[in-house]
């Protein structure tokens, strides 16, 4: 279990991380989710005990995280900053061996992952003749070679193209099968929504939104309704509880404060031609932090 109890970080005067607390339990995949310099990478260092927490403690399985038992981590940093001038074979060598693997357990691993990522013709070749996309996959490996029980992702997903995201999904879901923890971070709050069931959302270092997904969605109460046909705006947007109307390229998507509001809007509907869609979904990740913290912001 990894527990993040009120753990607080200052940097200087700035308050990074705010009187977080979460819990991750074995099999959970827990996404930290959060604008630039929300706090993410600090909680990450935290719970990797490179740094000491100004308040409150974080302790996997029970203790601090240190040399005794980083081994049964893995953590792959934010920055794509691989050691460039040296092979992928030279590399997992170097870092396996920090985990205190034997090197034919390394090479063994290593080729497996190889053939799992599609790479395995750059086993001999130097990380910096590499793509992007690819080293960041053998810093994915570095951080899972040693098949552990904690992986902490800082942005595993960012930069990826939709198939490589597909690929990196199916190895952490993998991991979480065996029972292993596993904590992301990402800015992109509407990408992990299917991927992750438990999350925080850090804004400037607080939880604005924390808890199981569907629970954060049904306690926000408003929807969206998507319709596609012959209606006409002005009317929807005087039925009680609509709130918003927008017309875009797929149809018409009605914003309404919630679900019992959906009746009228149907009811509405069904007086009109042509209808070929009409859906009641739920509001957005994105949507409902907008909603709480009150701005948009460029990335999320
Ligand atoms: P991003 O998505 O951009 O990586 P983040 O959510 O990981 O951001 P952090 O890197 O944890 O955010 O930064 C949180 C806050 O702490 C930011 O305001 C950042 O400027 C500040 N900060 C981070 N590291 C330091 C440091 N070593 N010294 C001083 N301030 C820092």
Not at 38 to 64: D, H, Q, S
Not at 72 to 92: A, C, D, F, P, W
Not at 112 to 138: A, C, D, H, P, T
Not at 203 to 230: L, P
Request: negative net charge; proline residues 2%; charged residues 30%.
């Amino acid at each position: 279990m990894l527990e993040v109890k009120d753990a607080k970080m200052m940097y200087g005067d700035l308050v990074a991380v705010d009187h977080l607390t979460f819990t991750i339990k074995p099999g959970d995949i827990f996404g930290l989710l959060g604008t630039n310099g929300a706090g993410k990478t600090t909680t990450f260092r935290m719970i990797m005990g490179l740094l000491e927490p100004t308040e409150g403690e974080v302790l996997y399985n029970g203790e601090k995280v240190g040399y005794h038992n980083v081994n049964q981590i893995g953590y792959m940093i934010e920055e794509r900053s691989l050691l460039t001038k040296i092979t992928v074979k030279e590399l997992m060598l170097y870092f396996g061996q920090l985990k205190d693997m034997e090197p034919n357990v390394i090479l063994e691993r290593l080729d497996y992952w190889l053939e799992r990522f599609n790479i395995v013709e750059y086993k001999n070749k130097k990380i910096k003749e590499l793509s992007k996309g690819n080293q960041q996959k053998i810093q994915f490996i570095s951080a899972i070679i040693n098949n552990p029980n904690l992986l902490v992702l800082d942005e595993p997903f960012s930069g990826l193209d939709p198939i490589n995201t597909e690929l990196f999904v199916e190895v952490i879901r993998d991991f979480q099968k065996n029972g292993s923890m596993v904590v992301f971070s990402s800015h992109q709050l509407d990408h992990v929504e299917s991927f992750c069931e438990e999350i925080v959302v850090l804004e400037k270092g607080k939880a604005v939104i924390e808890g199981r997904i569907d629970q954060v969605k049904k306690d926000f109460k408003k929807q969206n309704i998507h319709i596609v046909g012959d209606v006409d705006v002005e009317k929807l947007k005087a039925i009680p509880g609509v709130f918003k109307v927008i017309e875009n390229t797929n149809g018409i998507i009605v914003k309404i404060e919630n679900e019992d509001v959906s009746k009228a809007v149907f009811d509405y509907v069904k007086t009109c031609k042509h209808i070929t869609k009409y859906d009641v979904e739920q509001a957005s990740l994105s949507e409902i932090f907008v909603a709480k913290v009150g701005h948009k912001h460029e990335e999320v």
